[in-house]
């Protein structure tokens, strides 16, 4: 799989131009996220979509912030998330959450990074609640010039494969647009 996003170029994860692609709210509308929800965002990063599941799950719900890198969630705090939002670094193959506490596990363009894709599968599933869904969205496997290179991109077929192999149970795909997927799971 890919390298790490280096976090010295934490400004393009708040670019306009990603905002225009995925408008954070109206994307997590769009999977189902709403108020009382307890959020588990792996992959945080600067919080792109951290602070719009915030708004979205209310003072009713939680958020969990989690990264990698330190730097990554320091720039979230930074922002003065509301006290439902937690942040918490996080080892690739193991988050820092009992088993099912997610109402909701999500992903975004993070999973081309992992070492270990099934085990990051695995773990996604464990950290949601039975049936609750598992969202992984990813770059589609074409070339253009934003996103990954396309060696490190990985085919929507080859994750659906790498969803079951991880012992989740593959719900559905959806493409947002050319460029962009979501993949639909959940742990049985």
Known sequence: M???????DAARLESPERAASMPPERTL????VRRGMTFAD?????????????????????VYALDVEERMLAKLRAKG?????ETALCGEGRLPLPDGTADF???C?????????EGFLREMGRVAKRRAPV???????????EGPPFAERIH??????????AGLAFRRLEFFNPSQYAVWAFRR
């Open 29 to 32: 509308r769009r999977l189902g």
């Open 109 to 117: 363009f993070v999973f081309h990074e992992a070492a270990d894709p």
């Open 156 to 165: 929507h077929h080859e994750l659906e494969r790498m969803v079951l192999c």
């Open 81 to 85: 998330p509301p006290p439902w939002v």
């Open 2 to 8: 890919g390298k790490k996003f280096d976090p010295d």
């Open 135 to 145: 969202v992984v969205l990813e770059w589609a496997k074409r070339r253009q010039p």
């Open 105 to 107: 596990a999500f992903s």
């Open 42 to 62: 792996v992959g945080a990063g600067t919080g792109f979509f951290t602070l719009a599941a915030a708004d979205l799950v209310g003072p009713e719900g939680r």
